[in-house]
């Protein structure tokens, strides 16, 4: 086949980004041939703030290199991955017009929420759920913290629905939980058209080969990833080591805690690459991740599974799914720092249990997480959105 990728950069790098790279260069290596059309935030200074705006709504600009792109290569299929702000839902139309079946990922929430990720004021938010306006989102001004910015996003999701958009456009969508497809389904989207597919790694970093030596964490230092919930949990955790890999706005606030609190079992690693990332998974007992949102589908849990270390984390979105109780790891409730340091130090000190869950753990991976299953899924889903597109 070949396959047209269309990806809308974020000015700071993320998990859409490693999935969109991953998934061109697996389709690449199975012979498929590639082409690109992307976008980088980092050109919305450049353009200036009415006109992104306008183009978060209907981009003109990215209908017209679209048009050439699909006359020029005459691609199978498209397949979407981000589209805000720069590229837009008007591209969509594009495909239709084009005869092209049309695949979009559904990386995060947007389609339902301002900021994309349900959650406001320290806790899950739905409010804005099937609501034309989202009015509530641009009331309490969720994203940037700016009713002006937030109503650019408000603006988007109340003209596509009217124009239904999400329900006629795209042929399928993907979405790497079942927890994540029943959000879209309860927000709104044609449960027929989602299609469950998860994250993969693209290479297999092999399994740990000696027993872990602290707890990690590794991800964004913000409140929704629970970073404070995990700092609060180990005020009665004296004796057991933690890591904490990543940066984020929470950073200056999390290094004043584990300062003042004298904790001098807690390490702050600050950002590393995904070798390092790799490495300190590989000499971690285990590790916890404590969101307290609704997780799509963390990158981080493949890689752990495959170096076959468990995870603790809270019962939550994906986590609740993927991490399953007492077979491939343990869960504590969200947001409640004792019910975690009471799972982490039964964990710590039930070094065969814990073994026990990693070996789940890489079973896991082997049997969903590798790049040759996740390739299947991928090509099936192309092939569907194909013979659906004939029939529109």
């Given amino acids: 086949m070949k396959i047209l990728l269309v990806h809308n950069y974020y000015q700071q790098p993320g998990g859409e980004d490693i999935v969109f790279a991953a998934e061109a260069s697996l389709l690449r290596r199975h012979g498929h041939e590639v082409v690109e059309y992307t976008e980088d935030n980092q050109r919305i200074n450049e353009a200036g703030r009415v006109a992104a705006a306008i183009n978060a709504v209907w981009s003109r600009s990215s209908r017209r290199k679209l048009v050439q792109i699909l006359r020029n290569t005459r691609p199978d299929v498209v397949h979407f991955h981000n589209t805000f702000p720069l590229i837009s839902p008007s591209v969509y139309y594009v495909c239709r017009d084009a005869g092209v079946p049309v695949v979009q990922t559904l990386h995060n929430y947007r389609l339902l929420c301002p900021t994309a990720t349900l959650f406001r004021g320290g806790e899950v938010c739905e409010d804005c759920l099937n609501k034309i306006p989202p009015w509530p989102g641009v009331l309490h001004a969720c994203y940037h913290r700016s009713r002006a910015q937030t109503a650019v996003i408000a603006t988007m999701l109340t003209v596509h629905r009217l124009f239904k958009t999400w329900q006629r456009e795209v042929d399928i969508y993907i979405t790497p939980s079942e927890f994540a497809r029943r959000i879209f389904v309860k927000g709104g989207l044609p449960q027929e058209k989602i299609i469950v597919k998860p994250n993969f790694l693209c290479d297999d970093p092999g399994m740990r080969e000696k027993e872990g030596k602290y707890v990690l964490f590794a991800g964004r230092l913000s ?21 904490i890999a990543g940066d984020g706005p929470l950073m200056d606030e999390v290094r004043a805690f584990v300062r003042k609190e004298g904790f001098k079992h807690v390490e702050v690693l600050g950002w590393r690459d995904r070798k390092e990332v790799l ?26 599974f495959a170096c076959s270390v468990p995870i603790i984390a809270s019962g939550l979105g994906a986590g609740a799914e993927i991490i399953r109780e007492g077979q491939n790891g343990l869960h504590f409730l969200p ?39 996740n390739y299947k899924k991928l090509t099936d889903i192309y092939k569907l959105a194909i013979e659906r597109s004939k029939k529109r």
């Fill in 223 to 243: 409140r929704e990833k629970g970073i404070i919930t995990l700092l609060e949990a180990w005020q009665n955790l004296k004796e057991i080591p933690l890591k």
């Fill in 279 to 304: 490495t300190s998974i590989k000499e971690a007992r285990f590790l916890v991740l404590p969101s307290e949102w609704y997780e799509v589908f963390p990158l981080i849990m493949p890689e752990v």
């Fill in 335 to 373: 947001g409640n720092a004792k019910d975690l340091a009471s799972k982490v130090e039964w964990a710590w000190t039930h070094k065969k249990e814990m073994e026990g869950l990693g070996k789940n753990a890489r079973r896991d991976y082997e049997e969903k997480y590798t790049a040759e299953e």
